[in-house]
């Protein structure tokens, strides 16, 4: 069975969107026409996403409605499908049929955004095409796609304003789980255990799971914390791994390479553990002469370690004050590092932030960040792609919005630093329509 993922919602979704608004929008008839083509099997593609989370996960079964909508949803499908196979090409297909599927699909992924985390862009994605899919259907009627699109030669007009359509944002980059979006915090808490891990990529195409797994004791006191980190090769066959433990106190008890097992399913310890300490520098040891702080949230060390960064850092805003949250959150904004006894003369740092709410922002190389607070369910994620595009998503509960208090999920879109699109959805409570 196909492995329908969170992650690939995600990433269909947008790929729709995308085929949809070149399908509607464009003056280009060879591009409509391949856009109609595209948005149909996307279309196919995303209802599958759905069914598959609702009939396997009880959670989502509950968010996106009952199971004769999406029977109707399902329904709608088979005759897309059926109307597609007796005619000869996509153009003989009435255009109304593939509208219909994403209305439908727009009024069940509407629900997402009662979802926590980012995944709910999936539901501004999907619930931003409806209004352009609806109109677009009184436009066109019963006619085919053939004849929506026109004589050969001809440049048909939009069937709707580009402007109806929300900024998009790019496919979210998945872990080698096939599921796993990179760069989101997955939390979970069992009794007086709680694991962090979140998933990162470097530029050489390595992927990286950083895992901290706390353990307190019944008055809520940390006993124990260990941090590790897996790394993966770009196909995502497992290579090597380093965890290390604290004790109450924050320092480092002990660490432990890892190696993955002969079938690649697990890990295994590579030898005895090494018992180490990773004290703060002395005051005798000047860590600002071994550390040179840069404009773009990253260091370069001149011969000190993560320990002096960890000192330095706490003279600049938004520090950490806990040495082990600092070394955690190291590991994630630089996959690359594995070792964080093992850092190289000249060696370039990203630095994380505390932010004086609790929450965390991670930088990337390229200009990527991501702020999240998953106790206060909002979160801001940052990505440039290099050419001037950047893109913001921004999710705050605000008690004095415009719509009244609530969480207002912001998705912008901007070039050179010019706000080019921007949609904002509301909703009064996370377990409440928008």
């Not at 008890?253 to 295994?268: C, E, H, M, R, Y």
């Amino acid at each position: 069975m196909t492995a329908y993922t969170i992650g690939n919602l995600q990433n269909d979704s947008v790929s729709l969107a995308k085929n949809f608004k070149d399908a509607l929008t464009s003056d280009n008839e060879s591009t409509r026409g391949e856009a109609w083509q595209s948005a149909a099997v996307n279309a196919t593609k995303v209802v599958a996403d759905l069914a598959y989370l609702a009939a396997n996960d009880p959670k989502w079964a509950a968010i996106l409605g009952n199971a004769a909508t999406l029977e109707a949803l399902r329904v709608s499908v088979l005759q897309l499908n059926a109307e597609w196979t007796n005619a000869s090409s996509i153009a003989d297909v009435k255009a109304g049929t593939v509208l219909g599927v994403i209305g439908g699909i727009s009024d069940v992924g509407g629900a997402l955004f009662k979802a926590p985390g980012p995944i709910l862009v999936a539901g501004l994605v999907l619930r931003g095409i409806g209004l352009a899919a609806g109109i677009a259907q009184n436009v066109v009627g019963e006619q085919t796609i053939g004849q929506v699109l026109g004589a050969e030669g001809t440049n048909p007009a939009p069937l709707v304003p580009a402007s109806l359509f929300p900024a998009l944002p790019s496919p979210i980059a998945l872990a080698p789980d096939g599921q796993t979006p990179l760069m989101e915090p997955q939390i979970t808490v069992v009794g007086d255990i709680e694991t962090k891990a979140i998933w990162t990529k470097d530029i050489s195409g390595n992927y990286f799971k950083s895992e901290t797994v706390v353990q307190k004791d019944s008055n809520g006191n940390t006993v124990s914390t260990n941090l590790t980190q897996y790394k993966y090769n770009s196909d995502g066959v497992p290579v090597s791994g380093e965890t290390y433990r604290f004790d109450g106190s924050n320092a480092i008890v002990f660490s432990q390479k890892l190696i993955p097992t002969a079938d690649g399913q697990s890990w295994s310890n590579a030898g005895p553990t090494t018992p180490i300490t990773l004290s703060e520098p002395t005051p005798a040891r000047d860590s600002n002469a071994l550390v040179t702080i840069n404009a773009d949230h990253t260091i370069t060390l001149k011969g000190g370690y993560l320990s002096d960064a960890f000192v330095v850092q706490k003279n600049l805003p938004n520090s950490f004050t806990d040495s082990k949250e600092f070394y955690a959150a190291v590991m994630v904004s630089n996959p690359s590092l594995t070792n964080i006894n093992q850092v190289s003369v000249s060696q370039v740092i990203q630095i994380p932030q505390k932010m004086p709410d609790g929450s965390i922002t991670y930088h990337y190389a390229g200009g990527t960040s991501l702020n999240t607070n998953p106790n206060a369910s909002e979160f801001h994620l940052t990505t440039a792609d290099g050419s001037g595009l950047v893109t913001q998503i921004d999710r705050a509960y605000a008690a004095d919005g415009v719509n009244g208090p609530g969480y207002y999920t912001q998705n912008s879109e901007y070039f050179h630093g010019q706000l080019t699109q921007q949609t904002v959805a509301f909703q009064r409570a996370l377990d409440s329509d928008v």
